[in-house]
């Protein structure tokens, strides 16, 4: 039987999460026999074209030719998994979803005329289906893994839903929150990162995005009690790796309405 | 009638980033030559504006997936000089400890996944580990031992959590850090091996004149701080590049050049700049290996910089493991400050080459301007040129033999163009 056939593809990001396949130092040889890479940009000068088995899409669209790019992307693969915050909820660059975009532009460049970009960044989801999607601000190696092996043995690939905050328990961390009073994320956040910030005393930043179903106004309000800036709340959820997932946005969005409103009374 | 000849790589492949290269022959004269960066730019100056200072190391790390610690100590120390902070020298040697991981993980990378390829014909290391399947898995391994330490001291080896202004959010354990010893020990046989096998590779013969530029430092092979020195006698405050450094914009690129203020010239970052300045100060092994594998001094063949990225490996591993056997925690893991407003700015050796960061903040500790320089956008112009001078020598060459010549050469250079696109000036001050 043929081995599957696999393409890396790269768009707005920093590259870490495609780098994560190349970080699989133990497993990396044995899974090249079982999975032809065919299309790796970053580590390979063998270039062929779709259709692939499987495309692995890091990045999020920010360029009117990365728009038209990822159709082709989507037409040439079986299944499509986007690798990472960039590609799953349009990454840090899509604060600029919130702001002038051409003054961002001037700000950055002399010579903003010579310089292609959308205004807004935005997830692979919002341009073409998606058939799984790999968390994280970078994604773990491990669930990269999982999800190759899975789809080499036919299944769907498990990757946990659950929040942070029962992995710190599961870790035996003591909770930063309870105990140091310090701002943490960690309650709306999918666990994956296996609760590192906790583990190194400081409150998990929500690099793995909304956890299912959160209950993000719950934790706002508790970080009031905390007398954490309403600002600073902000920030943490629309400024986030994760800012543009729609949990994440959806509650920064509120309280910066609620602000303003304050403001104008 | 003139002949014209028109050289396209349209994605330059084994490199970090996106690019593409144009090349123009007229008559066997080099008509242009461009390294066209096309990687979306991600406007991070733009948006750091108006965050909290002690955001700015979590935000700055998403530049470069593969350098994330370079980014991080560039930005804490340009902050800590604004705040006033005076650093611990138990701090500072964890954070070169750190450090030493990533030029470990970053080199190792591109020497044996990326660059050794080009050598021994191959298209990507995993077809060379068909034949070379102990070279390949030997390159894995001193990669792996890197990442070990940046897991264990940083949290994880891509975008690590414990970097904060004034320190590290918790010191590892004793017993946190002996596990690595043993790693340590065998990744710098390893390293050292390594280093005689690269080698003794086949180097094209092409010397250039560069203008070399690199920390310096009084007491060891320069890495987190230091004075910025050139090859031509230049000696600066980090804090003096603006002065030094102009940045201009092209229209085929998303990533600004460096060039040299006062004449305009091209000069060249990274690990064979560091080499020729600072090859004294290497660590014992790795300086009596430099000299053992025949690197001339100064060495101006720019692809002979997988050699001296082989040697910093080794220099990587003997800092480590130094400090890991002797670890003792720090006293404490941060130094306190108070927020105030300010500016700083601070330059630390990348694995690529100089990093320089600058920040003015407000009194409330939010970033008013940011600006960086990452060590491919100052290469850019050099490479061009290089590629300019490099061309005749293949110019009876077919195209594609010509296209993968120069694609070589720019490998050699390990571009980092993820990072290059991202950055540039913030002029404007306002306040979100």
């Given at each position: 039987m043929p081995r599957p056939r696999l393409a890396v593809f790269k768009f707005a990001s920093c590259d870490g999460c495609q780098l994560s396949l190349l970080s699989l130092e133990d497993e990396l040889a044995a899974l090249a026999d079982k999975i032809?890479?065919?299309?790796f940009l970053e580590a390979s000068s063998r270039v062929e074209p779709g259709p692939y088995d499987i495309a692995l899409v890091e990045g999020s669209i920010t360029t009117a030719d990365d728009a038209q790019r990822i159709r082709q992307v989507r037409r040439d693969a079986e299944f499509l998994v986007t690798i990472g915050a960039c590609a799953t909820a349009g990454g840090i660059q899509a604060l600029r979803n919130w702001a002038d975009c051409d003054e961002f532009l001037a700000t950055v460049y002399?010579?903003?005329?010579y310089i292609q970009t959308l205004a807004t960044s935005t997830p692979i989801a919002s341009h073409v289906a998606v058939d799984f999607e790999l968390r994280g601000c970078p994604i773990n190696k491990q669930q990269l893994l999982e999800v190759l092996q899975s789809l080499l043995a036919g299944r769907r690939p498990r990757t946990p839903v659950h929040s942070v905050c029962l992995e710190c328990k599961r870790r035996g961390t003591v909770c930063v929150m309870v105990a140091q009073g310090t701002p943490c994320l960690g309650p709306i956040t999918h666990d994956g990162c296996g609760a590192l910030c906790p583990s190194f005393d400081r409150g998990c930043y929500?690099?793995?995005?909304?956890?299912?179903?959160?209950n993000a106004a719950s934790l706002t309000a508790q970080l009031r009690l905390l007398h954490v800036d309403t600002r600073t709340t902000i920030r943490g959820l629309r400024g986030s790796f994760n800012g543009f997932s729609p949990e994440f946005r959806s509650e920064g969005d509120r309280l910066a309405a609620e602000q303003s409103g304050d403001q104008s009374t | 009638m003139s002949q014209r000849r028109t050289i396209r790589v349209e994605a330059l492949t084994r490199v970090e980033g996106e690019a593409a290269l144009h090349l123009q022959l007229r008559d066997g004269a080099v008509e242009h030559v461009r390294l066209n960066i096309y990687e979306p730019p991600r406007l991070f100056e733009a948006f750091l504006r108006g965050r909290a200072l002690e955001d700015v190391p979590d935000i700055t790390a998403r530049i470069c997936g593969i350098c994330p610690v370079a980014y991080q100590m560039s930005s804490v120390h340009a902050l800590e000089a604004a705040l006033g902070i005076e650093m611990p020298e138990e701090l500072q040697v964890l954070r070169r400890l750190l450090y030493c991981g990533e030029w470990i993980e970053s080199h190792a990378l591109h020497v044996?996944?990326?660059?050794a390829p080009d050598f021994l014909g191959y298209d990507s290391a995993l077809a060379m580990a068909k034949e070379y399947p102990l070279e390949f898995q030997r390159g894995l391994e001193i990669r792996k031992y890197g990442n070990q330490l940046l897991e264990t001291l940083g949290g994880r080896a891509i975008h690590p959590v414990n970097v904060s202004v004034g320190g590290f959010h918790r010191a590892p354990r004793r017993d946190e850090i002996e596990p690595l010893v043993p790693s340590f020990q065998r990744g710098l046989e390893l390293a050292i091996a390594a280093t005689r096998w690269v080698a003794g590779f086949d180097f094209p013969t092409f010397e250039r004149p560069y203008d070399f530029v690199a920390l310096e430092h009084p007491d060891e092979y320069a890495m987190c701080a230091g004075f910025i020195s050139g090859s031509d006698g230049l000696h600066i405050a980090a804090a003096d590049f603006e002065q030094t450094f102009h940045e201009r914009q092209v229209p085929h690129s998303t990533a600004l050049q460096g060039v040299r203020r006062d004449t305009g010239r091209t000069y060249l970052v990274g690990p064979l700049a560091r080499l020729n300045l600072n090859r004294a100060q290497l660590a014992p092994l790795a300086r009596r290996l430099a000299d053992d594998v025949g690197l001339e001094h100064p060495c101006r063949n720019i692809f002979k910089s997988i050699v001296a990225r082989s040697i910093e490996i080794v220099h990587a591993y003997e800092v480590a493991l130094a400090v890991l056997q002797d670890y003792r925690p720090p006293k404490v893991s941060r130094v306190p400050y108070q927020r105030r407003a300010g500016e700083g700015a601070a330059a630390t050796e990348a694995p690529r080459g100089l990093l320089y960061h600058r920040y003015r903040m407000d009194d409330e500790g939010l970033i008013a301007a940011a600006n960086i320089v990452p060590p491919t956008s100052q290469n850019q112009s050099q490479i061009e040129d290089d590629l300019a001078q490099y061309l005749p020598s293949v110019v009876d060459s077919s195209n594609a033999e010509i296209a993968d010549a120069c694609e070589r050469l720019v490998r050699s250079y390990d571009p980092c163009i993820s990072c290059s696109a991202h950055f540039l000036k913030v002029t404007t001050v306002r306040q979100p």
């Open positions: 032809d890479i065919v299309f002399a010579s903003p005329q929500g690099c793995f995005g909304p956890s299912q179903q959160p | 044996h996944m990326l660059h």
